[in-house]
């Protein structure tokens, strides 16, 4: 499987965005970059994915490298909900487990 | 809709006795997924399903079994549970292996 490397933490103040760095160097063409995130004592929540353009929901974007070899979860404007663990996860379309990592731990500051 | 829902909550087990986690979601989705997660650690996977009646074995499937006689429940089963096996436990569903994983609230485990 290939790996995902992220800062053990982050933090923020509130209303301002977060850049959340990964790499993951050994990405091959077929893996998906997929961002969960898990609040204290829930279980992990889908946040956003790509393979390589950008992507933007309601809840934060994807910025992809152009060799893929990185990417950014932005969230552009932090509140206090958005305190919790952030995995970059890299996930082949045909694999069914997601192999999570020990994420960035982002604290919002009031 | 409720989305993922485990039962219980919470529990707590004496070494060698069995229990059943129970995982029902009501969004028609094929796939189903045991996971269990130490603390500071991430989730590894148990077990998953593919579909009704079928399972199969994920990164750590010793010491549980599962079952999916119906498409919106998936059991995890414990036969001699093992303080090993203490941890907190989610279970997740999705409508294709690629698409997003809906997680439940988590069981949390101890084994003494």
């Known amino acids: 499987d290939a790996k995902t490397t992220q800062p053990n933490s982050m933090e923020s103040n509130e209303e301002e965005p977060v850049h959340l760095p990964c790499n993951h160097s050994t990405i091959s063409g077929t893996d998906y970059i997929h961002w969960y995130r898990q609040l204290p004592s829930q279980g992990p929540e889908y946040v956003i994915h790509?393979?390589?353009s950008n992507v933007n929901n309601r809840m934060a974007s994807l910025a992809i490298a152009e060799d893929r070899k990185s990417s950014t979860l932005i969230l552009h404007r932090a509140t206090l909900r958005d305190a919790a663990v952030y995995y970059c996860i890299l996930k082949r379309s045909n694999d069914y487990k997601l192999s999570f990592g020990a994420g960035t731990t982002v604290t919002v500051r009031a | 809709n409720a989305g993922v829902t485990q039962t219980p909550k919470f529990r707590v087990l004496k070494t060698g006795q069995s229990m059943t986690l129970l995982c029902a979601q009501d969004m028609n989705h094929e796939y189903m997924y045991w996971y269990r997660q130490d603390p500071g650690m991430g989730l590894r996977l148990i077990h998953y399903?593919?579909?009704?009646?079928?399972?199969a074995k994920g990164e750590v499937p010793d010491g549980y079994n599962v079952s999916r006689l119906k498409k919106q429940n998936f059991l995890l089963g414990l036969e001699s549970a093992a303080p090993s096996q203490t941890s907190v436990y989610f279970c997740?569903?999705?409508?294709?292996?690629?698409?997003?994983?809906?997680f439940g609230q988590g069981t949390r485990l101890t084994v003494v």
């Open positions: 790509g393979l390589t």
């Open positions: 997740a569903s999705s409508y294709e292996e690629w698409t997003e994983a809906f």
């Open positions: 399903s593919v579909g009704e009646g079928t399972t």
